[in-house]
């Protein structure tokens, strides 16, 4: 089945403890992406990859990182986590030649 | 802010009935989509409509594009309980790989 997954699913943690939410796709799709999700604002992207090796920023890259050393994994990284992190985030991921996304199921992320 | 801006925020109709709801935006776009989000969880694309179409059907959904007044509407014709969703709007620009969302309506559709 062609999926977009994340995890973990739910997280809590304090602040300034480094943490790392998994995104993988099996749709050898070339462009992934990071948004968060907080109440009144829809979404904004954090970080996108165009593909392997190759990342940018979105809107909000403030307070994250990205690597993407394989096609199919896209991991947000967030050294210092501060309670405004506090958000629910989604990986996306598209193929070339296309601007439809497929998201995955989302993270509950909440920072003590 | 770059977000587009849709209007209601909210939605509460019967079903049955139609569903209208408006997205606009400030800047020249590629493309515009649509997507739906049930409470919390992923969200999935519906339609995209081009800069050069002014209107495209799917099934009970209608999309218009007005680039001259930098608008969209999506139409759910006779709506479903099973409709009741939030819903986006996204933009993108030609030579960018941005995407910008809409702050989103919530439709309710009472059964």
């Known amino acids: 089945e062609a999926q977009v997954t994340q995890n973990p699913r739910y997280l809590i943690t304090v602040t300034g403890k480094k943490l790392t939410v998994t995104c993988s796709q099996n749709?050898?799709?070339?462009?992934m992406s990071w948004y968060r999700q907080d109440p009144g604002l829809g979404l904004r992207q954090i970080y996108y990859?165009?593909?392997?090796?190759?990342?940018d920023k979105g809107d909000v890259p403030e307070g994250y990182k990205v690597s993407r050393k394989e096609k199919r994994n896209f991991p947000l990284i967030l050294e210092s986590p501060s309670p405004n992190q506090t958000s629910l985030y989604f990986c996306?991921?598209?193929?070339?030649?296309?601007?439809?996304?497929?998201f995955g199921p989302g993270t509950r992320l909440t920072v003590l | 802010s770059q977000q587009g801006e849709e209007d209601p925020q909210a939605l509460s109709i019967q079903e049955g009935e139609n569903a209208t709801m408006n997205c606009s935006y400030k800047?020249?776009?590629?493309?515009l989509q649509w997507y739906r989000q049930n409470s919390g969880r992923g969200l999935v694309h519906l339609i995209l409509?081009?800069?050069?179409?002014r209107e495209k059907h799917s099934g009970r959904l209608r999309v218009t594009l007005d680039t001259s007044k930098k608008s969209s509407s999506l139409l759910i014709t006779a709506s479903r309980a099973a409709d009741t969703a939030s819903y986006f709007c996204?933009?993108?620009?030609?030579?960018?790989?941005?995407?910008?969302f809409g702050t989103g309506t919530r439709l309710k559709v009472l059964a």
């Open positions: 996204v933009r993108s620009s030609s030579g960018t790989y941005k995407y910008i």
């Open positions: 800047t020249s776009i590629n493309n």
């Open positions: 409509i081009r800069s050069n179409e």
């Open positions: 996306a991921s598209r193929g070339s030649g296309t601007d439809t996304q497929y």
């Open positions: 749709m050898n799709h070339e462009y």
């Open positions: 990859s165009m593909n392997v090796e190759v990342t």
